[in-house]
């Protein structure tokens, strides 16, 4: 038997070094991915666990699994009520967490691998402390207790994560989150073609996708935009930059479909500032200034032949997405009562009221629940939960996330730095982080950047 599996482990390592793994690989789990969410997500998920698990038990590293966390909470397809989740999707769970908590525990913990841990020690114990004297929460919302331990949730991902991976896992993780824009765009044009009947211009829709609504997925394009540049930085050919370009087009189609305003602001803004960047940092610098050359032509020829097209696209869009202009849409009375909460008593502004300071009925995918209100940007977020106290986390987070950055090899630095500062700058006007569909996917990217980082220094592969 012993032999058997050493020879699958053999095998399945030759095929982990072979060219093109780390494009097929995460591409394969992105297709599961997609279908599990359309038609059946507990089997989605399931393929998922049980090869992200095969893989790490094969492969003997965690890095192999990172496809299958990154894409495990994007199969939600329905709403959870706060009374009652799903025994299936508690059971995989709970076993994904169970099997990699075990697993890291064989493995042992190294301290010095963990450069992002205090910060995330602060957030967990920010979310934690106003459960003493958080007294929102009605008799029939105790489900609602379960959001003070979230951070300490997502600091045990990150640990378990930083620890397990045992080589270099920046390019396999580049190529995920790559395929996660295109799992974004996906199911925003499957949500938009099942709704399309329900409006006379889809531009005007607002839906849910069962793990978050159609914004969020533009926050998780916009998060992974940069790691399409990144991989089309280190191309070295005209095939790869191509393949790069088709997922940038695939991802802007994404943006569009979202029907966002926040999301047309950064995305674009964001696609335009990294395809200026990658003229002076892509590994073949020429090929890739006379590709962007020959698309930009290619793009104004476009527009010119089909001028009339063009024009009532960006009226539509104004029309409908931007039909408020460039009004807040209700967010300054949300950072009012932000400001209201934080400055109400002494407590509040040194710990926080907590993230359930607020409970009140809100429209979710599973109907009106009670839930808490979130207030659309980091800072005040931060404030509310956490106080004074919090926000010097926060910094201090924020801090180590760019110093760790600036660390890693300089092209990854500067394009997904760029990425960073795009998405922070997004969580200034909407939900990023402590929204579980963004603190999941940072808490895998900070555990690569920093086992990639103790390897690189120590010059060592377990």
């Known amino acids: 038997m012993n032999e058997i599996v050493m020879k699958i482990s053999h095998k399945l390592d030759y095929i982990s070094k072979m060219r093109h793994f780390n494009q097929i690989y995460p591409f394969l789990l992105a297709v599961v991915s997609v279908i599990g969410w359309r038609y059946q997500m507990y089997v989605g998920m399931g393929v998922l666990i049980v090869i992200g698990i095969l893989a790490t038990l094969f492969l003997k590293d965690v890095k192999f699994a990172i496809p299958s966390i990154m894409y495990l909470i994007f199969n939600i397809s329905s709403g959870f009520s706060n009374s009652k989740v799903p025994i299936f999707f508690i059971i995989e769970i709970v076993v994904f967490i169970l099997f990699l908590i075990i697993y890291s525990i064989i493995n042992g913990y190294k301290l010095k691998?963990?450069?992002?841990?205090?910060?995330?020690?602060?957030?967990?114990?920010?979310?934690?402390?106003?459960?003493?004297?958080?007294?929102?929460?009605?008799?029939?919302?105790?489900?609602?207790?379960?959001?003070?331990?979230?951070?300490?949730?997502?600091?045990?991902?990150?640990?378990?994560?930083?620890?397990?991976?045992?080589?270099?896992?920046?390019?396999?993780?580049?190529?995920?989150?790559?395929?996660?824009?295109?799992?974004?765009?996906?199911?925003?044009?499957?949500?938009?073609?099942?709704?399309?009947?329900?409006?006379?211009?889809?531009?005007?829709?607002?839906?849910?996708?069962?793990?978050?609504?159609?914004?969020?997925?533009?926050?998780?394009?916009?998060?992974?935009?940069?790691?399409?540049?990144?991989?089309?930085?280190?191309?070295?050919?005209?095939?790869?930059?191509?393949?790069?370009?088709?997922?940038?087009?695939?991802?802007?189609?994404?943006?569009?479909?979202?029907?966002?305003?926040?999301?047309?602001?950064?995305?674009?803004?964001?696609?335009?500032?990294?395809?200026?960047?990658?003229?002076?940092?892509?590994?073949?610098?020429?090929?890739?200034?006379?590709?962007?050359?020959?698309?930009?032509?290619?793009?104004?020829?476009?527009?010119?032949?089909?001028?009339?097209?063009?024009?009532?696209?960006?009226?539509s869009v104004l029309d409908n997405v931007f039909s408020f202009g460039f009004n807040d849409t209700g967010r300054s009375g949300l950072w009012s009562e932000a400001i209201d909460i934080f400055t109400d008593n002494p407590l509040n502004i040194i710990i926080g009221a907590g993230y359930n300071a607020t409970i009140m009925e809100l429209q979710t995918a599973a109907g009106i629940q009670l839930g808490p209100q979130v207030y659309h940007s980091t800072i005040l977020q931060t404030a509310v939960m956490g106080g004074i106290f919090g926000l010097l986390i926060l910094i201090y987070h924020l801090a180590c996330k760019y110093i760790n950055l600036c660390k890693c090899e300089k092209v990854f630095f500067l394009i997904i730095g760029i990425g960073f500062i795009f998405v922070d700058i997004y969580g200034l006007i909407d939900n990023t982080y402590y929204m579980y569909y963004f603190m999941i996917p940072l808490m895998v990217v900070l555990a690569s950047i920093d086992s990639s980082l103790y390897y690189k220094n120590n010059d060592i592969k377990e």
């Open 113 to 315: 691998k963990m450069k992002s841990l205090y910060g995330l020690i602060g957030f967990a114990v920010m979310n934690f402390l106003p459960i003493f004297w958080c007294h929102t929460i009605p008799a029939d919302g105790k489900m609602l207790y379960c959001l003070f331990f979230m951070n300490f949730v997502y600091l045990i991902i990150y640990m378990v994560l930083v620890n397990t991976i045992k080589s270099d896992s920046i390019n396999l993780l580049a190529t995920t989150i790559s395929y996660l824009a295109l799992i974004m765009a996906l199911e925003c044009a499957f949500m938009v073609y099942d709704l399309k009947d329900t409006t006379d211009n889809i531009l005007n829709l607002w839906y849910y996708m069962g793990w978050g609504l159609c914004n969020e997925a533009g926050i998780m394009i916009c998060f992974s935009i940069p790691f399409i540049f990144y991989l089309m930085a280190k191309s070295d050919s005209i095939a790869g930059i191509f393949i790069e370009n088709i997922k940038v087009l695939v991802a802007v189609i994404g943006i569009i479909l979202t029907t966002s305003r926040g999301t047309y602001l950064i995305g674009f803004t964001e696609i335009a500032v990294l395809y200026i960047a990658l003229l002076f940092v892509a590994k073949r610098i020429k090929v890739y200034q006379n590709f962007f050359l020959g698309l930009s032509l290619v793009g104004i020829c476009i527009l010119i032949i089909f001028k009339n097209y063009t024009i009532e696209f960006i009226n």
